[in-house]
């Protein structure tokens, strides 16, 4: 079955997968708790369109944390160093949510993500909401437009605090391809 079929499924993730983030501290970004969602972000320091979006990424995770929304930003580079990451992070302007350098992959092949900035949504029963871009400012790699028109992970958190289904599960992310296991190695 190929990846669209299983997210049409709602294909439920491994929440026990654990991670350390870069100030060493253990954690499982795809275990929801009860009355929340959560947001892995995936992004690359590398990569000038995770970089553009960075302050966008905290300004949706300040504003949707009160309703319930526990983001990860999740560094798919498995050879940056937690130091590095953190200072990325900081540079950027990333709030206080948990950094995690994705070294053997696991949330990359967990979630499906193939770009950076890519963000997956979890509901609470820790199947795949929605999975895409953050919104459409980019229209194509070197293509920006001069005004964004649709919020699309907004628009997708706004629906499920709703209780509706979410129009666009999956949107084609427009940023930096995540290298294969096998680039690093």
Sequence with gaps: MNRLALFALGVVLHPSLSIRDVDGVRRQPLKVEPGHLSAVIFVASDC????????????????????GLDCAL?????AIKNEAAAKHAHDYGHGSYPKLVDRDRALVEATGATITPEVVLIRPDESIAYRGRIDNYYADLTKPRTKVTEHDWIDALDAILAGKPVAKPEVPAVGCYIPDKKFYR
């Design 48 to 67: 000038p369109i995770s970089n553009y979006y960075s302050h966008e990424i905290r300004r949706i995770c300040d504003t949707y944390a009160p309703r």
């Design 74 to 78: 999740v560094y798919t580079d498995p």
